[in-house]
C-alpha cells in the first residue's frame, strides 16, 4: 500500500466523518433552528405546573417564541417559579396571560401566552402575574364526580 | 480457597497498576506520533478506513430493525410519528457509540492486539530497542491514537447511517410521513445534550479499546499461545470496559 492511497483513503475517511456529525447536527438535531437570537428571560409563578419540564417550548398563537430555561419552587409562598428564554424579537404586552397547556391528548406540556392590551411592553426581568396552573386530570375527575353526586338526587 | 482469591486480587491488582504506568508512558511518548503524522495516518488506515464496511451495514441493519420494531410498538399507541424520534435519540446517545466500540474492538482492536503480540514474539520489539528506537514511540503511540480518532468517527457514521437506515423502513417502506419523521425528530434531539454527549462518549471507548489492545499486545507472552490469549482477553476486557463506562456515563450524562 503506497502513501498517496493512504492519505485518499483517510481524508475520505475524515470527511465522511464530519459529513455525519453535520448531518446529525442538521437534520437530526436541527442546529440551525434550534437557537434562539438575543434572548431575554421573564419569570412566572404559577401554583402547580403538572408535568412542565426545562426546555419545553413557550407558544403564542402555536408560534415557539421561546424555552423553559429553570424551574424552582419559591419557598415562602411554596409556587414553581418559571424563568423563560424569550426570542429577542418578540416583545409582549405587561399583562400577558400564561397558561399551562398540552399538545395533543399525551403529549408534551407547554406554556401559551396570550396578549393583553396593555401599551407597555414586558422587559427582560419581569414576571409575568397573570398565569394559569396545569389542569390535574384527577382534580378535574373528582370535581365532575362530585358535582355529579350533588345533583344526583335532586333531579330524580 | 482464600489463597486463590487473594492471589487473583493481587494480580489483578498489579496488571491495573502496570496498565496505568503503560499509560502513562504512552501519553509522554506520543508527542512523537503526531510529530511524524504517517504513523498515525497509516492506523488510522488500519483501523478507521478498513472498519468502514463492517460499521456502515451494521449501522443500517441496526437502524432498519429498531425501525420496524420501534412501528411495531408505537402502532399499538397510535403514536408511530414518533418513529424517528425514538431511532435518532437511541442510536445518538446509546447504540451508535457502544455497538461502534463492541465492532471496533473485536475488528481493529484484536488486530492491533495481534500485530504487536507477534512482534514481540518475533522480537521485533526487542530488535528496535537495541537499535535506540523506543518500540512505546514507534510502535505503540501511532496505534493507539489512530484508534482513539477513528473511533468517534465510525461512532458517527453508524448512527447517521442508522437514522438513514430507521427512514428507510418508516417512510419509504412503511409510509409514515416524511415530515413529521424528521420535524419529531429535530424537535426531540437536542445537539449539545444528545449528539456532542455521544461524542465524548466515542471518545472516551475509543480510548479504553485502544488502551487495551495495546498494553494487551505489548504484555504477550512471546508464544503462539500468548498471542491468541492476548487477542482473545483484548476482546472480551475491552467489550466489558465499553459497557461499564456506558452505565457512568450514561448515569452522569442524562440524569434529568
Do not use: C
Amino acid at each position: 500500500m503506497n502513501r498517496t492511497t493512504i492519505d485518499l483513503w483517510v481524508g475520505i475517511f475524515v470527511t465522511l466523518g464530519a459529513l455525519a456529525l453535520v448531518f446529525l447536527a442538521l437534520k437530526v438535531g436541527n442546529l440551525s433552528g434550534g437557537q434562539i437570537r438575543s434572548p431575554y428571560s421573564l419569570t412566572a409563578n404559577f401554583d402547580n405546573i403538572g408535568g412542565l419540564k426545562a426546555r419545553a417550548p413557550v407558544k403564542s398563537a402555536g408560534v415557539v417564541v421561546g424555552r423553559i430555561q429553570e424551574i424552582h419552587l419559591d419557598k415562602q409562598h411554596y409556587q414553581a417559579v418559571v424563568t423563560i428564554q424569550m426570542d429577542g424579537r418578540y416583545t409582549f404586552p405587561k399583562d400577558t396571560f400564561a397558561t399551562i397547556n398540552t399538545s395533543g391528548l399525551l403529549g408534551e406540556q407547554y406554556i401559551g401566552l396570550e396578549p393583553g392590551g396593555d401599551p407597555d411592553d414586558l422587559k427582560p426581568g419581569d414576571v409575568i402575574k397573570k398565569t394559569q396552573s396545569a389542569v390535574v386530570l384527577e382534580k378535574l375527575i373528582s370535581q365532575f364526580m362530585f358535582s355529579k353526586a350533588a345533583e344526583g338526587p335532586a333531579t330524580k | 480457597m482464600f489463597r486463590l482469591v487473594g492471589a487473583r486480587t493481587i494480580n489483578t491488582q498489579w496488571r491495573l497498576g502496570v496498565m496505568a504506568r503503560f499509560f502513562g508512558l504512552l501519553l509522554w511518548h506520543s508527542g512523537s506520533s503526531f510529530r511524524r503524522l504517517r504513523l498515525t495516518l497509516r492506523e488510522i488506515y488500519f483501523s478507521g478506513v478498513l472498519s468502514l464496511t463492517i460499521i456502515l451495514i451494521s449501522g443500517l441493519f441496526v437502524g432498519m430493525v429498531l425501525g420496524l420494531q420501534g412501528y411495531e410498538t408505537l402502532q399499538r399507541y397510535g403514536s408511530e410519528e414518533v418513529l424517528g424520534t425514538l431511532v435518532a435519540l437511541s442510536l445518538v446517545r446509546e447504540l451508535g457509540p457502544v455497538l461502534a466500540g463492541l465492532l471496533f474492538a473485536s475488528r481493529a482492536g484484536s488486530a492491533v492486539t495481534a500485530e504487536i503480540g507477534l512482534m514481540k514474539a518475533t522480537e521485533q520489539l526487542a530488535a528496535m530497542d537495541m537499535m535506540a528506537v523506543d518500540p512505546v514511540a514507534r510502535v505503540v503511540a501511532p496505534r493507539f491514537w489512530g484508534g482513539v480518532i477513528s473511533m468517534p468517527i465510525l461512532a458517527l457514521l453508524f448512527s447517521a447511517m442508522g437514522v438513514f437506515g430507521g427512514y428507510l423502513v418508516g417512510v419509504v417502506m412503511i409510509g409514515i410521513d416524511s415530515g413529521s419523521f424528521w420535524s419529531q425528530m429535530q424537535a426531540s434531539v437536542d445537539f449539545r445534550n444528545d449528539i456532542v454527549n455521544g461524542v465524548i462518549k466515542s471518545v472516551v471507548f475509543g480510548v479504553a479499546v485502544s488502551l487495551v489492545a495495546v498494553f494487551e499486545g505489548f504484555d504477550t507472552d512471546g508464544t503462539a499461545e500468548g498471542v491468541s490469549r492476548a487477542t482473545t482477553r483484548t476482546v472480551v476486557t475491552s467489550s466489558l470496559a465499553i459497557l461499564g463506562l456506558d452505565f457512568i456515563l450514561t448515569s452522569f450524562m442524562f440524569r434529568g
